[in-house]
């Protein structure tokens, strides 16, 4: 379904009214697209289009909808990339879980999304149908991590195989900003569901980017990593 310009509604069973979270809303960035994607969250899961030619990319956030920093960052891409020309396209997916963003929940109907994305008819397995659909070749799924957690650092998970251009991407950005790689040799190797491991094993080229804050609020400097994070994605792949 396409609800306005460039904005996809890739489920109707997610949808949430972003305004309650008070926490989120407080940080949304005041710009016409971003409110009429918190608009349309209502409604679904909404995805947001820029540019036109190739490569063909995709960022998501909010698979953990109690992870705010990311969402916010996505946002913030967003308002900076919109009506601009970049050298590929983007897909923009800022909530996955509207519903989830709402309650400020890590789960969604009692299931973590990131451990469910070879279940048909699940929300993250959608996604990764939209990406083989529109011939994707990558996708980097932001988080945030908090602290004496797991990782609890601000680090890029990738893997080898089947895949190897996750290692290159993960390798790329961490370097740039000084944070830890964490390489499984081979996708879905620890657990199976992450957006990021069915992606590798489908042949698209995914890493799972966290940064450093606690559930349910944005710890201060965690947004604006979380945007850098996205930024040299984005550069990788000569977008921007
Ligand atoms: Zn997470």
Redesign the pocket.
């Known amino acids: 379904m396409v609800h306005k310009d460039n904005i996809i509604i890739l489920s109707d069973k997610t949808g949430g009214i972003l305004d309650k979270n008070k926490n989120f809303m407080a940080y949304v960035p005041d710009a016409d697209i971003c409110n009429q994607l918190v608009d349309s969250a209502q409604y679904g899961t909404p995805m947001l289009k820029i540019g036109c030619s190739s490569p063909k990319i995709m960022i998501s956030a909010g ?2 909808g109690n ?1 705010l920093p990311a969402q916010i960052a996505a946002l913030t891409l967003i308002k900076e990339l919109y009506d601009k020309n970049i050298n590929g396209t983007v897909y923009i997916i800022p909530f996955t879980i509207p519903t989830a963003t709402m309650e400020n929940s ?1 789960r969604f109907n009692g299931f973590d999304m ?1 451990r469910s994305a070879s279940k048909e008819g699940s929300i993250t397995n959608k996604i990764l149908n939209t990406m083989d659909n529109l011939s994707i070749v990558a996708v980097a799924d932001f ?3 908090k602290p004496r957690s797991n990782p609890g650092i601000e680090s890029v998970f990738c893997s080898k195989s089947p895949c190897a251009e996750s290692y290159f991407i993960a390798k790329y950005i961490t370097n740039i900003m000084s944070s830890k790689i964490i390489c499984h040799p081979i996708a879905g190797f620890l657990y199976s569901g992450a957006i990021e491991d069915e992606s590798n094993n489908r042949g698209i080229a995914a890493v ?1 980017c ?1 940064v450093l804050s606690e559930n349910c609020v944005i710890t201060k400097g965690s947004l604006e990593r979380s945007y850098l994070q996205m930024i040299y994605y984005l550069k990788y792949f000569g977008i921007i």
Do not use: D, L, M, P
């Open positions: 698979v953990h992870e890590r990131n988080h945030s991590t799972t966290e």
